[in-house]
């Protein structure tokens, strides 16, 4: 959306995917700032935006206490240099912690593996060993 109308929170819902209690959270750790109109929100452009910015943050496994720190370096006025600065040091630390995780996973499977292949083989030769029993 390039608008700049405000949209209601059902709205903000249908439009990210997300729950009401999602962004009454936002709101309340004070990452949202949505116009009140007595129990009404009102979401601006700049909502929708900080919101895409907040899960995507979410997916890469940002805290959100780092999510808030790069969207309070917006308003900087230095056209946005420190917070682009800012996140790609926390990007590559986050690319780093998942690099280590996918290995160590890696490795897990490939053992995992292995202990399956030699289950299979001991109930293979179980097997044998019981049909000539037999």
Request: glycine share 6%; hydrophobic share 35%; net charge neutral.
């Amino acid at each position: 959306m390039t608008d700049d109308r405000t949209l209601t929170i059902r709205e903000m819902c249908d439009a990210f995917d997300v729950t009401p209690r999602t962004l009454r959270f936002y709101e309340a750790k004070e990452l949202l700032f949505p116009i009140r109109e007595g129990q009404k929100r009102l979401f601006t452009r700049r909502d929708r935006g900080r919101l895409k910015l907040i899960l995507r943050g979410k997916r890469f496994g940002f805290s959100l206490e780092e999510i808030r720190q790069l969207l309070d370096l917006y308003d900087m006025g230095d056209q946005q240099r420190t917070q682009l600065a800012r996140t790609y040091e926390i990007a590559q630390d986050r690319l780093n912690d998942m690099i280590s995780q996918r290995d160590e996973l890696n490795e897990a499977i490939s053992e995992l593996e292995d202990q399956m292949r030699w289950g299979e083989k001991m109930l293979a030769s179980m097997g044998q060993s019981k049909k000539a029993a037999e």
